[in-house]
């Protein structure tokens, strides 16, 4: 089945210890598009200035992402700078130039809005919102969001959790979301908020994934040539929607088996700069490094 | 088969946010030894001062721990005092008085040098190899080791892990151990400087297994009341050891299930202050969490 994702298409200029590489394609939108069309056809809800060149679009056009719903508007694409510390485990922003996506309003192209599976990338609670607003009957969403709007917006969050079947955060903002500092506490506490599966992001240490019927966690892929982290969040969530938008069937082993396959992009994602690995990946190798996770966690 | 263990007894006084406990029994070698006796007979190689009360000696003895190796001399046992951070991943020492402990010279009795698995609780280089040097062809010995001595002693550790089967780290030491800060690359690292096995220890976010013939990932055990982590670490190795000695076959399906016992019995021990847990606890409560171990790292 079709999945949507609705998010940002950006130009990241990007410094880790291995190098640095500028206005290189990026957004959450991207990353996601990137790791999802791995499993299945990906329609992109973006916006983008009139300098997004044709040669991004086209890599995206020739990797089964339909860009129909990528909206192109006067005035530059959004830009982000960012510079990661000697361990990766931290970055700073040097910059960040929010452009046409300063006022995004998500336009889902009519031939969208039957499209069973859809991601919201982290953004306002209310551009989600509206999103959901546009959509007919869909059968799984799944949002992400970050500690702005955890801050900011909770009561606009909180609205939303109650719309969606998924949550995608990290291992602080679950518990800043909910108040719990235990993480195991938190991932439940999510859960009672209105999604039906909680999955809590821990970086090089794996993921959690909560819901009311199995609690699982999954170690990282153990690569050991982390390039840049850039997207690994949004091409964890493309690898987990794209192979459960393939299965169409949501069952409780195939989102399990998705949040192996979400790894499993997230993993090839960092080992290059930018979108340079996910875009130049292949379903053969993403199943290599799905068995290879599989005997990491199965041991003997 | 026997089992056993040098290292520190102390009396701990202890802060958390869930509270304080003042002068209660401690040390490497009492952590090992409540979680190992859950599987197997333990010998224990330690000293104390002369105001080690006569009940602390009957806990550790009622709990099949001999007793014959901790050497009593004069003066005052060994006490530490520590306070952990309101999310607990730090603490501070507050006081630390080595006493007795200050020129420990393990004295391996003569009915335990036939013992084949002899874990080697943090202590100098010298110390540890000591312990080697007194027994007689041991079949498994493991270390443990930290910061202190990697930076301090780096050339008596390095001749060490060249007579060590096994060693447990955590993820600082082996990074800071090896050079390398990829968690991976620095496990494998380690492996090339003696051990066959090399444990690395990530706290919440359970462990890494390196070894030769198979690498393996465990989460922790998905506790919601931590209320004191003293310990974790010798709790942890305590059942590894515990578990791997009572199979006496060391393969690698043994290896893996030991760690995960170790998890548990690390999980059981952070749940309350001091040993009060380990000591009050049985076999059937460690298999019951086994089980549910299993459960969280298979999924559905």
Redesign the interface.
Known sequence: MTLLVVGSTAFDTIETPFGKAEKCLGGSSTYFGLAARLFTPVQLVSVVGEDFPAEHKQLLADRDIDLAGLEIKPGKTFSWHGRYS??MNNRDTIDVQLNTFGDFEPKVPESYRDTPFVFLANGSPATQASVVDQMTDPRFVVADTMDLWIDNDRDGLLALLKRIDGLIVNDSEVKSLTGE?????AG?AALKLGPTMVIVK?G???C??FSNY??????AY?????VDPTGAGDSFAGGFMGYLANCDIIS??NM?RAVAYGTVTASLNVEGFGVDCLANTDRATVERRYQELMQ??S??
Not at 181 to 185: F, M
Request: aromatic letters at 12%.
């Open positions: 000697a361990d500092s235990n993480l195991i506490a439940k821990k090089e240490h794996g959690f994934v199995f609690h699982y966690a999954l170690p153990p690569t050991e040539t982390v409780l082993a399990q990491f966690v041991g003997v």
